[in-house]
């Protein structure tokens, strides 16, 4: 399976946390904590995997890596 980067946050519009993967456009769900939203957004990913391969899409490669600082 393809190691996508998945970057979780709090929306206040939604009052949920929002977990998204950069690489799948759209791809993304909702979950009363950031542990939810993730497993949700596993299940989605898995979706928009089979449905790309089902149209015969090509299956984008992960390129997002977000640059992360170190605190000191």
């Given at each position: 399976m393809h190691r996508y980067t998945i970057i979780v946050f709090w929306s206040d519009e939604d009052a949920a946390w929002v977990a998204?993967?950069?690489?799948l456009k759209s791809c993304s769900a909702f979950g009363k904590s950031p542990e939810e939203a993730v497993a949700e957004v596993r299940i989605a990913?898995?979706?928009w995997l089979a449905a790309a391969r089902d149209a015969g899409l090509p299956i984008p490669k992960p390129l997002y890596h977000p640059h992360i600082e170190a605190a000191e």
């Open positions: 998204d993967v950069p690489d990913m898995n979706a």
